[in-house]
């Protein structure tokens, strides 16, 4: 007789298309109790023993994490209660249907297997859905389906591999949230209702929310720090010498080299050097230096690494790359998009993905040369492996007549590339540096040429250097320059901080994970504290943000909006994923720590009100008044 097993996975697209490789296209259809969740049914067979297979999903989190009802209410309890109100986890009104479709299903089953996506995300998902079917069948047996891709080699695989999910990566996604929610509400209730109705605020056509969120100030702290120093950059003038030859007979132009003093900030001394260089102008070649070297592929693929490139090379936000990434996973054209691996394990065919890429019209001959010419090298390892997915990679060729957009295409290209680039050679060059002395001050030049582009001819996103192949210079000749100037200039601000450089801070601090990192700089955007230039990508805060930031700074909080705070909280929120600490431990420390914020907070409050007033107009005063 078969068992009868429930599967269950993260949205409806990937039920669909678990349920379509595993059944080879023979699965029906029949609703579930949402519409939008439907069950799929086929005969299957897990290592010997035949299957009634039945397939649904959740979409997302099934439950929600929220006060009781009595602190719902903004004005029921004063924020601090908070930090110790009751809170519960369950199914809210909108997802009532899909719970209906689970425990129906569940009754009638012997087996629950878990297809939700591997990471801690997922696991939560897993006992959401575990209590949830529980309930209405206690008797069932759970299984934990490990997939990366939704293409038949992983899902064959995973389902004959079944093993259990993990509670110590949920609990440690419990302590986030929990975390989030009480530190997020208390600080965000007080100061709305503290400033809100006290100042004349932007877009008052909104209900103003001056929301915090303990990796939202982190992250806009860093997006207020470049800017104010911007704003407190002095520019200073500075003055170098620049020497141009053209060699006889040169087809490529003239060289320039460079002063190996750099450049100094006290005029007269650098135009009594100029005046030395004058007197005596011969240059004389001091040495030729030729050096063989290299220029390495790019480690594989990890999300940040993803949102990182796609920000600098393709002008895309982080949270509309993911978004394209899901996509592109959920219709199996790319491995799963969340991952902080970027090394490949052995047993991975690489060159079987490679091969299935042979037929593209822009890669595929390349792709060939990478399996007939000797370019093909296993990718160097980067530094990090979660041990749930492997470094995004693309898992089957694009389709014919795709109806996609620009912006999804460019996303699948720089996946393959990447990864067709990551299993390259490195480009191989020799470099060439000459130094030159006229009246005894050194001037440098350094020329490449490049022998073999290797990787460099599928991953156009890179070019090596920009010095160009320097012409014949002999040890001990001498040359008389065609100019030798005195060139003047300014220091310059660095620039406002662009999404690429936002990613490297934020994972240098700690601040957020790979699946979050995107969503947290999105909402300085909705929240109205910090806006981006699309054509570059990069971020300023807005007046709002900046004040808010310079409150908590003038107030002596910077451990709540710098971002030492959340990197320990990180910390500690990964020391429950590895079983090393006990949720109720954590959340007891990290609440009375941040409870202890909070009464700081409170006791300089008139300060805060002070230097918001620097920024916005205070209600009800003349227009010639402005309260500062």
């Known amino acids: 007789m078969a068992v009868r097993v429930l599967n269950v996975a993260e949205k409806p697209s990937v039920a669909r298309e678990v349920s379509r490789i595993l059944s080879q296209g023979q699965s029906t259809s029949r609703p579930g109790r949402s519409r ?81 996506d591997c990471d801690r995300e997922g696991e939560n998902i897993c006992f959401e859905v575990i209590e949830t079917c529980c309930r209405a069948n206690p008797r069932l047996s759970v299984f934990r389906a490990r997939f990366s891709a939704l293409i038949a080699e992983d899902l064959h695989r995973a389902i004959s591999r079944l093993g259990a999910p993990n509670k110590f990566d949920a609990d440690a996604v419990d302590v986030r949230q929990e975390l989030d929610l009480r530190i997020g509400s208390a600080f965000t209730r007080f100061q709305t209702m503290f400033l809100e109705k006290k100042f004349e605020w932007p877009q008052t056509q909104k209900k103003l929310i001056l929301s915090y969120g303990p990796c939202q100030f982190p992250t806009l702290g860093f997006i207020v720090e470049r800017a104010w120093e911007i704003k407190s950059h002095v520019p200073e ?184 680039a990551c299993c390259s050679r490195p480009a191989l060059g020799v470099e060439t540096k000459v130094a030159i002395t006229i009246n005894e001050e050194i001037f440098q030049v350094r020329g490449l040429m ?22 014949v210079f002999e040890e001990g000749a001498s040359f008389l320059p065609a100019s030798i100037m005195l060139v003047d200039g300014k220091t310059q601000p660095p620039p406002p901080l662009s999404e ?50 310079t409150a908590y700074n003038e107030m002596g909080m910077e451990g709540l909006w710098r971002p030492t705070v959340r990197s320990i909280m990180e910390q500690e929120v990964r020391a429950v994923a590895m079983g090393n600490k006990t949720k109720a431990a954590v959340l007891a420390s990290q609440v009375f720590q941040f409870e202890n914020l909070f009464s700081e907070f409170l ?11 620097l920024f916005f107009r205070r209600k009800g005063l003349a227009p010639g008044n402005p309260g500062r």
């Open 603 to 613: 006791q300089h409050r008139g300060v805060f009100e002070a230097v918001i007033s």
């Open 500 to 549: 690429s450089d936002l990613l490297a801070k934020m994972e240098e601090h700690g601040i957020g994970t790979d699946a979050t990192m995107a969503q947290h700089i999105q909402k300085q955007l909705e929240r109205g504290y910090a806006v981006k230039t699309e054509s570059s990508q990069s971020l300023m805060p807005t007046e709002l943000g900046e004040a808010l930031v």
């Open 237 to 420: 003038e500075f003055w170098s010498i620049q020497v141009q030859y053209t060699p006889p007979h040169s087809a490529s132009g003239p060289v320039t080299f460079a002063w190996k003093r750099g450049r100094l900030f006290d005029h007269p001394i650098a135009l009594r050097l100029y005046e030395v260089c004058l007197e005596k102008p011969d240059a004389r070649v001091i040495s030729v230096e030729g050096r063989e070297t290299q220029r390495t592929p790019p480690v594989p693929l990890s999300t940040i690494e993803l949102c990182k490139r796609a920000s600098r090379w393709l002008r895309l936000g982080s949270a509309q790359v993911m978004q394209l990434a899901e996509e592109l996973y959920q219709e199996g054209y790319i491995s799963y998009p969340r991952t902080e691996t970027d090394q490949f394990e052995e047993g991975y065919d690489l060159r079987k993905m490679i091969s299935e890429q042979l037929n593209h019209p822009e890669w595929g001959e390349y792709c060939n040369r990478l399996l007939s010419n000797n370019l093909f090298k296993w990718p160097t390892p980067g530094r990090n492996n979660d041990q749930a997915h492997p470094p995004i990679h693309p898992t089957k060729p694009l389709g014919q007549n795709l109806n996609w957009n620009r912006q999804k295409a460019s996303v699948y290209e720089l996946v393959t590339r990447h990864f067709l």
């Open 450 to 471: 490049v022998k073999e582009r290797n990787y460099l001819d599928v991953y156009k996103y890179e070019n090596w250097g920009g010095a160009r192949a320097l012409p």
């Open 36 to 116: 939008y969740n439907p069950v799929h049914e086929f005969r299957y067979t897990i290592n010997g023993t035949p299957c009634d297979m039945y397939v649904t999903s959740v979409a997302g989190h099934l439950m929600e994490i929220q006060f009781d009802e009595a602190y719902r209410s903004w004005n029921a309890h004063p924020p601090r209660t908070l930090f110790q109100a009751p809170i519960h986890k369950q199914v809210p009104r909108d997802k009532k249907a899909i719970e209906g479709t689970l425990q129906r299903e569940a009754r009638n089953c012997q087996w629950l297997v878990l297809w939700l």
